[in-house]
């Protein structure tokens, strides 16, 4: 029996930590809806001064974050907004921008690394002087990390220039900042610098930060007073919702530091993978927390198969294609985790288990308490796939002895 979970589905998946738990639990509560909650007033406050804006609203979802910020900037029914083709509010967010706010998206292409080509940029920008025919352009949004193209970094030389590109034809600049604490720590520039150029940004606390819900979106007083109707327009508006924003100022305080050390267990993730025959995984486009990595062809596997054969053994990932997988690192994956879904990809891919697998995982499980598990180790040996045994912290000493005899037996024979 399997007992350990290795969730490398999304970095949405993590559960509140015991810290979070007890801020939602003493968390000062009033009615937000009518402005009166202290703890949502107190984070909303803290994400302004990160971000370097003037005010701040929590949200209940990423979605819904660049959806009102879309509305906002684009509050002209017909008006057309420039993004991305591989960017997530166009492709995972419904069409909301056009079905709720019948704004038109105009897209340009995403080019590896997350950027849209400026001189494409300016191209599509509509000439208003045919505006009797052509929708007006009102927003241009970048996305940073940009999750499709493998949570890769928008450098801020780049968003300064699309900034301003926009100034330049009077047009607003929104962000898609699900994942900008992982850019700012990837690149080494403060998020306030980072979204300098931008009027509005979706910040989500749910994802790399670990909150358990929800995002803030920022920008100028005005922009968060209009934002603040249409989030209650489209029922986003939530009462004592102190709770949750207890757990997201606990998220700022406790998790922004663990964002480089996923980074660095997405790049040990990748660059064993890349080992891997039959598959393929480019480590140097590894910025952040998402890995990306293909089966090739003549691979004896399809992802699915994978997928079900990892999730025997506790590892769950999300196929993006019949070749394509997706990895997503979070503070709640350990470095023995990393090691031990590597084991279980390889004993898939090729039928070989890893060289030193199963002793480098057994080394790992004993030396390292994993984080936020319950304080429960499974050493699944899996390149020596011998035991499946569940372990208190507390008992790791008396096994010792006898894990090794074990290992040494299993080595002679
Ligand atoms: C880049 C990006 N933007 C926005 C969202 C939407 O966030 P939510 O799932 O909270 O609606 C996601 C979700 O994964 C995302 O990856």
Known sequence: MVTRTVDLRSDTVTKPSESMRVAMAKAEVDDDVLGHDPTAFRLETEMARITGKEAALFVPSGTMGNLISVLVHCDVRGSEVILGDNSHIHIYENG???????????????????????????????????????????????????????????????????????????????????????????????????????????????????????????????????????RKTLGGGMRQVGVLCAAALVALKENVGKLDGDHKKAKTLAEGLSKIKGLKADVTSVETNIVYFDILEGANITTQKLRKNLEEHGILVMPESSTRVRLVVHYQISASDVQYTLSCIQQAVTGVPAENGGTKIFQQAVTEVPAENGGNVACDMLGLNLIDLTVPVSDYYSIVPFFLGLFVVSCTT
């Open 96 to 230: 909301g921008i056009s079905t709720i706010g019948g704004v038109h998206p105009r897209t340009v292409k995403n080019n590896k690394d997350g950027t849209m080509d400026i001189d494409l940029i300016e191209a599509a920008i509509r000439d208003p002087r045919m505006a009797i025919c052509y929708p007006i352009t009102r927003l241009i949004c970048l996305e940073n990390t940009h999750a499709n193209t493998g949570g890769r970094c928008l450098p801020v030389e780049y968003i300064d220039k699309v900034g301003e590109l926009a100034k330049k034809h009077g047009l607003k600049l929104h962000i898609d900042g699900a994942r900008i604490f992982n850019a700012s720590v990837a690149l080494g520039v403060p998020v306030h610098r980072l979204v300098q150029a931008a009027d509005s940004v979706s910040v989500c606390l749910s994802k790399g930060l670990g909150a358990p819900v929800g995002t803030a979106i920022v920008g100028s007083k005005d922009f968060i007073a209009r934002a603040k109707r249409l």
